[in-house]
C-alpha cells in the first residue's frame, strides 16, 4: 500500500473518530450549553479590539457620573471613575481568558511530560519525579503562585508562569496512573521485544491514548487557571491590565458595597462564574464522552 493511500486511510479513520466523538457529545445538553458559551465568550473577546480599545480602560476615559446604577447609557452601570462596567467587563475578557487558556496549557504540558516520564521510566527516575510531584502536591499552590509572581514582578507572563508551574502536580499524577495502566498492556511488551525504544513507546503508544484525558483535563484546568487568576488580583498580584479579578478588587477598594453599587460587584463576578461553570460542563461531559467506563455506566 502506497503512503498516499495508507495516510487517505488514516484520516478515513480520523473523521469517523471524530464523527462519532460529535455525536455523543450532543448528547450531553450541559456539554452542549457550556461549548455555546465558551464560543460566544472567546468571540467577544478576539472582536473586542475591533470595537473598543484599552483606552476604555484608562481613568481619564469616564465620561459617566461616578457609580452610576444600569442604565440605557451604561447597562451594567458605571465605577468610581465613570467608566462603562459593560466596556471593561469586554476588555478585561482579554486578559481573564487569556491567562486561563496560557497557564493552563502551561500546567498540562508540565503535568502529562512528568506524568509520562514517571510512568514510564520506573527506576530512581520515575521515583525522583514522584517525590517531586508529591512536594508540590503539598505546597499550598495559590500562597506559593503570590510569591512567585512577587518574586517574578507582575505582568502577564509571570502570572501565567506563576500559575502554570504550581497547579501541574494533580496532572502529573492523574497522567502517570494513565500510563502505568497503558504499559501494562500486551502490545508495549511486543513493541519492546521488536526493538522500540523509550521515544516511540512514549509518543506513539503512551501519549495517544493519554490525550483524551488530557483533553478532559484541560477544560477544567483552564476553569482553575481562571478561579487562581481572579484570586491572585483580588489579593493584589495582578498583570497590570484591566481583568475580572482587578475589577473585583477595585469595587474593593473604592468601597462598592458601602456605596451601594452592587453592578460593580455583581457583573465581573458573574461573568467568572460563568465562563467557569461552561468550562465545567464541556470537561465532564468530554470526560464521559472519552470515558470508557463512564460511557457504559450512562
Known amino acids: 500500500m502506497s503512503a498516499v493511500a ?29 461549548l455555546l458559551a465558551l464560543v460566544v465568550a472567546v468571540v467577544l473577546a478576539l472582536v473586542a479590539p475591533l470595537f473598543i480599545d484599552q483606552s476604555v480602560t484608562s481613568v481619564v476615559s469616564g465620561t459617566g457620573a461616578k457609580f452610576a446604577p444600569p442604565s440605557l447609557a451604561a447597562p ?14 469586554w476588555w478585561g475578557s482579554r486578559t481573564s481568558l487569556l491567562i486561563g487558556f496560557l497557564a493552563a496549557l502551561l500546567s ?28 508540590f502536591l503539598v505546597l499550598p499552590s495559590l500562597i506559593t503562585a503570590m510569591v512567585l509572581a512577587a518574586i517574578l514582578g507582575g505582568s502577564t ?3 501565567i508562569v506563576a500559575i502554570g508551574v504550581t497547579t501541574w502536580a494533580t496532572t502529573a499524577r492523574l497522567i502517570r496512573a494513565q500510563t502505568l495502566a497503558v504499559e501494562a498492556r500486551p502490545y508495549i511488551e511486543r513493541s519492546k521485544a521488536l526493538g522500540g525504544g523509550h521515544w516511540h513507546i512514549t509518543t506513539r503508544h ?16 483552564v476553569a482553575s487557571a481562571i478561579v487562581t487568576e481572579s484570586t491572585l488580583a483580588f489579593l493584589g498580584v495582578s498583570a497590570n491590565k484591566t481583568s475580572w479579578g482587578t475589577m473585583l478588587r477595585a469595587s474593593y477598594d473604592y468601597g462598592a458595597a458601602t456605596q451601594g453599587a452592587w ?4 457583573i465581573p463576578g ?3 462564574l460563568a ?4 468550562f465545567t460542563l464541556c470537561g465532564r461531559a468530554l470526560e464521559a464522552v472519552l470515558n470508557p467506563r463512564l460511557r457504559k455506566a450512562g
Not at 108 to 134: E, K, N, P, S, Y
Request: one cysteine or more.
Open 263 to 266: 453592578w460593580y460587584i455583581i
Open 157 to 159: 507572563f509571570t502570572i
Open 206 to 221: 503512551v501519549l495517544p491514548n493519554v490525550a483524551p484525558l488530557l483533553l478532559a483535563s484541560t477544560t477544567l484546568e
Open 6 to 34: 495508507t495516510g487517505s486511510v488514516a484520516w478515513s479513520r480520523r473523521r469517523l473518530a471524530f464523527g462519532r466523538f460529535w455525536r455523543d457529545f450532543r448528547q450531553h445538553r450541559g456539554g452542549m450549553v457550556g
Open 275 to 278: 465562563v467557569v461553570m461552561a
Open 270 to 272: 458573574l461573568c467568572i
Open 76 to 89: 451594567f452601570g458605571t465605577d468610581e471613575s465613570g467608566r462603562s462596567i459593560l466596556l471593561m467587563v
Open 108 to 135: 498540562i504540558v508540565i503535568g502529562m511530560v512528568v506524568g509520562i516520564a514517571a510512568g514510564h521510566f520506573r527506576g530512581w527516575l520515575g521515583a525522583t519525579l514522584m517525590r517531586i510531584t508529591d512536594w
